[in-house]
């Protein structure tokens, strides 16, 4: 069984700063990539950032230059360094991983984590 775990979400004035956490846990054989994502209320999930197990990198255009995503590979864990918030970054953000047990690969989703950018 593959567990993400997120943290790092909260309050934080526009213009601040928020680092967002995710670690993968249990039957892990290799991790391909990883993202997160984001969705407001009445609105479609959409992809924040993302990168390769080889470390490439995209980007929403709406968070291009803001937001840093990176990922520590020996603790299978992704982040997302979010500078300069505005408050319409407030929603959930989740994390997305495509993991291989051994048995297949396939997409695992955080629980989410509210982000809140006040103005």
């Known amino acids: 069984q593959v567990q993400l775990v997120e943290s790092g979400g909260g309050l934080v004035q526009a213009g601040g700063s928020l680092r967002l956490s995710c670690t993968a846990s249990?039957?892990?054989?290799?991790?391909?990539?990883m993202g997160w994502y984001r969705q407001a209320p009445g609105n479609q999930r959409e992809l924040v950032a993302a990168?390769?197990?080889?470390?490439?990198?995209n980007y929403a255009d709406s968070v291009r230059g803001r937001f840093t995503i990176s990922r520590d590979n020996t603790k299978n864990t992704v982040y997302l360094q979010m500078n300069s918030l505005k408050p319409e970054d407030t929603t959930v953000y989740y994390c997305?991983?495509?993991?291989?047990?051994?048995?297949?690969?396939?997409?695992?989703w955080g629980q989410g984590t509210q982000v809140t950018v006040s103005s």
């Open positions: 997305n991983a495509n993991i291989n047990t051994g048995r297949g690969t396939r997409a695992y």
């Open positions: 990168i390769t197990s080889g470390g490439s990198t």
């Open positions: 249990g039957s892990i054989f290799s991790i391909n990539r």
